[in-house]
């Protein structure tokens, strides 16, 4: 439990003021991408609280993938306000499915509710589907499991996953990519851990491999709905083949 300790509410509303301060002013416009927070101890003076406040709110920011905290003196120096809300989503998302608060059958349903909307919007002349068809080919080169021990099922669920991430961009819609890239090392982490439930993992690869050919081939047809159907039966497939049950309603 929380300890009442003054001293760490006072810490909790100044530095959450310095949070709020900046969030504002990313809002308003006055910060941008690019743009540099004002020094720290400028900002101590300005929001009238300690140094150390300032510097465990860029802590939190930097974290958050929001700015990046400068090194050094001269003009390069300074808090740099940055977006990367894939590498923090990432990252909270997987500790959170480590701690089993984000049940894998959740994100199996989200990635269906992504996937097979980026599948029916995907645009047959998106640049993103050449890279989506160099993946095919790279996964298809990916050796059977036999011999090699694990390595060839990560090097293809890592490939499976570029694959997927590739056909969300190709929607074009920023905010669905960002997810989808946010969901990658939950996705590729719960998938390489399923491959232990699996009877026979190289006929699996073999299915995954014409079924991901089948799905890219739907969207270059320009055939929204039968790419979204295949992309959705493609993951769907894959979870309950490896016997998990969706576990009761709550
Ligand atoms: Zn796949």
């Not at 006055?30 to 720290?40: D, F, I, N, T, Y």
Request: hydrophobic letters at 45%; proline letters at 4%; glycine letters at 8%.
């Amino acid at each position: 439990m929380w300890s009442n300790h003054i001293n760490y509410d006072v810490w909790m509303r100044t530095h959450q003021l310095v949070l709020h301060w900046i969030e504002n002013q990313l809002s308003e416009g006055q910060l941008s991408v690019g743009g540099r927070l004002p020094a720290e101890r400028t900002l101590a003076e300005q929001l009238k609280v300690s140094r150390t406040s300032v510097r465990e709110a860029i802590r939190i920011l930097e974290a958050l993938g929001v700015v990046r905290a400068g090194v050094g003196s001269g003009p390069e120096a300074g808090t740099v306000v940055i977006s990367d809300p894939t590498a923090a989503l990432g990252s909270t998302l997987r500790l959170h499915v480590a701690t089993q608060h984000l049940p894998v059958a959740d994100i199996v349903e989200t990635r269906v509710l992504l996937e097979s909307w980026a599948a029916a919007h995907v645009r047959p002349d998106a640049p993103e589907l050449a890279t989506a068809a160099t993946l095919l080919d790279e996964m298809d080169a990916v050796g059977h499991s036999s011999g090699d021990g694990a390595a060839p099922i990560d090097d293809f669920l890592a490939l499976d996953v570029r694959f997927h991430l590739a056909l969300a961009d190709a929607a074009g819609n920023t905010v669905v990519s960002a997810m989808m890239g946010s969901l990658r090392e939950a996705i590729q982490g719960y998938a390489g851990r399923l491959t232990a439930n699996l009877p026979d993992w190289d006929a699996t690869a073999s299915r995954l491999r014409a079924e991901h050919h089948g799905i890219l081939a739907a969207i270059q047809n320009n055939d929204g709905g039968r790419a979204a159907a295949l992309v959705a039966a493609h993951i769907e497939g894959y979870y309950r083949e490896a016997g998990v049950k969706r576990p009761p309603e709550a």
